[in-house]
C-alpha cells in the first residue's frame, strides 16, 4: 500500500523506545525524513543511525518533551536540517512504581509530586510538542499529528494510578485538539491518537514474563486471560496503524482515538 508518505517530514518524540521507534524506522521506510526526539541522547543517535543505515534521512535531537524550551530547541534543529515539520507523532510516556498501588505502597501514601511526574511524562509530553508543531501547522493549513494514548486511558487499570489518569487525559487532549485545530485553523490539520494495549517492551517485560523462567508472570497470566487474540501485540502492529493514520489513506479521520489491543478493552471477561 502506497500511504503518500515519501517526502514527507515526521517527528517522532520519544522515538528511541520500543513503539515509538518502530513508528520511526516504518516512517522512514515509507520514505519519510524522520526526525527522532528523546530525553535520552544516546538513544535518539542510535535510532537515528539505524534509519540511515537503510538509506533514509533521518536525524536526533534531545528532547525533554515536558519542557517547553526544550521542545522549541529540538523544533528548531529539526526545521534547519528539513525546512519543515508535516507529521507529529507524540510517543513519549511510561509509568513507575512510585506511581503504582502495590504491596509496599497504597493509594494513601502515594506521592503528590509522582503524580506530577507521571502527569509531565505522559500528558504534557504531548502537549507541548503539539503546541509548538501546532504552530508551524497552523501557519501552513495542513499537518497530522498522532499521540499515543493507552487502553489504560479507557479501562482504568488495576495498580497503575498516575499512568492511568494521565493517559486519560491524553486521549480528552487528542479529541479537543483535532475539534480545535480544524475550526480555528484548518480543516487539514488533523489530529488522532492510538491506545496501544499489551505491548511487551523493556519497561513492562519483566512484570509479566518472569526473568529466570521466561514464563508469564501471576499479572502475565491474569492479562492474557482478558485479551480475546490470547497475546501480546507486537510493536510493527502498533506502528502499522500509526502508519495508516498519518497518511493521506486517513484524511476524513480525525478525533479519534484506535484501540489496538487484540480486543482487550471490548472483552468483558466472560
Given at each position: 500500500?502506497?500511504?503518500?508518505?515519501?517526502?514527507?517530514?515526521?517527528?517522532?518524540?520519544?522515538?528511541?523506545?520500543?513503539?515509538?521507534?518502530?513508528?520511526?524506522?516504518?516512517?522512514?521506510?515509507?520514505?519519510?525524513?524522520?526526525?527522532?526526539?528523546?530525553?535520552?541522547?544516546?538513544?535518539?543517535?542510535?535510532?537515528?543511525?539505524?534509519?540511515?543505515?537503510?538509506?533514509?534521512?533521518?536525524?536526533?535531537?534531545?528532547?525533554?518533551?515536558?519542557?517547553?524550551?526544550?521542545?522549541?530547541?529540538?523544533?528548531?534543529?529539526?526545521?534547519?536540517?528539513?525546512?519543515?515539520?508535516?507529521?507529529?507523532?507524540?510517543?513519549?510516556?511510561?509509568?513507575?512504581?512510585?506511581?503504582?498501588t502495590?504491596?509496599?505502597?497504597?493509594?494513601?501514601?502515594?506521592?503528590?509530586?509522582?503524580?506530577?511526574?507521571?502527569?509531565?511524562?505522559?500528558?504534557?509530553?504531548?502537549?507541548?510538542?503539539?503546541?509548538?508543531?501546532?504552530?508551524?501547522?497552523?501557519?501552513?493549513?495542513?499537518?497530522?499529528?498522532?499521540?499515543?494514548?493507552?487502553?489504560?486511558?479507557?479501562?482504568?487499570?488495576?495498580r497503575?494510578?498516575?499512568?492511568?489518569?494521565?493517559?486519560?487525559?491524553?486521549?480528552?487532549?487528542?479529541?479537543?485538539?483535532?475539534?480545535?485545530?480544524?475550526?480555528?485553523?484548518?480543516?487539514?490539520?488533523?489530529?488522532?491518537?492510538?491506545?496501544?494495549?499489551?505491548?511487551?517492551?523493556?519497561?513492562?517485560?519483566?512484570?509479566?514474563?518472569?526473568?529466570r523462567?521466561?514464563?508469564?508472570?501471576?499479572?502475565?497470566?491474569?492479562?492474557?486471560?482478558?485479551?480475546?487474540?490470547?497475546?501480546?501485540?507486537?510493536?510493527?502492529?502498533?506502528?502499522?496503524?500509526?502508519?495508516?493514520l498519518?497518511?493521506?489513506?486517513?484524511?476524513?479521520?480525525?478525533?479519534?482515538?484506535?484501540?489496538?489491543?487484540?480486543?482487550?478493552?471490548a472483552?468483558?471477561?466472560?
Amino acid at each position: 500500500m502506497d500511504y503518500g508518505l515519501k517526502g514527507k517530514v515526521a517527528i517522532v518524540v520519544g522515538g528511541g523506545g520500543t513503539i515509538p521507534g518502530e513508528i520511526a524506522r516504518q516512517l522512514a521506510a515509507e520514505g519519510a525524513s524522520v526526525a527522532i526526539w528523546d530525553i535520552k541522547e544516546a538513544a535518539a543517535e542510535d535510532g537515528a543511525r539505524e534509519i540511515c543505515a537503510t538509506g533514509r534521512r533521518a536525524i536526533a535531537a534531545q528532547c525533554d518533551a515536558s519542557d517547553p524550551a526544550s521542545v522549541r530547541a529540538a523544533l528548531d534543529a529539526t526545521v534547519a536540517e528539513f525546512g519543515t515539520v508535516d507529521i507529529l507523532v507524540n510517543g513519549a510516556g511510561g509509568t513507575s512504581p512510585e506511581c503504582a498501588t502495590s504491596g509496599e505502597l497504597s493509594l494513601f501514601d502515594i506521592e503528590p509530586t509522582a503524580l506530577q511526574r507521571m502527569l509531565d511524562l505522559n500528558y504534557f509530553s504531548a502537549v507541548f510538542p503539539s503546541q509548538a508543531v501546532g504552530r508551524v501547522f497552523a501557519e501552513k493549513k495542513r499537518g497530522v499529528i498522532l499521540n499515543i494514548s493507552s487502553i489504560a486511558g479507557d479501562v482504568p487499570l488495576t495498580r497503575v494510578i498516575g499512568y492511568s489518569n494521565a493517559k486519560a487525559a491524553v486521549s480528552s487532549f487528542t479529541r479537543w485538539l483535532a475539534v480545535h485545530m480544524a475550526t480555528t485553523y484548518s480543516p487539514e490539520i488533523r489530529v488522532n491518537a492510538l491506545a496501544p494495549g499489551w505491548v511487551l517492551t523493556d519497561l513492562n517485560r519483566f512484570l509479566l514474563v518472569d526473568e529466570r523462567t521466561g514464563e508469564p508472570t501471576e499479572r502475565g497470566r491474569t492479562i492474557i486471560s482478558q485479551v480475546p487474540m490470547r497475546r501480546y501485540g507486537e510493536p510493527s502492529e502498533i506502528a502499522a496503524a500509526a502508519l495508516f493514520l498519518v497518511s493521506d489513506r486517513a484524511t476524513f479521520i480525525t478525533g479519534v482515538v484506535v484501540p489496538v489491543d487484540g480486543g482487550f478493552s471490548a472483552f468483558s471477561g466472560v
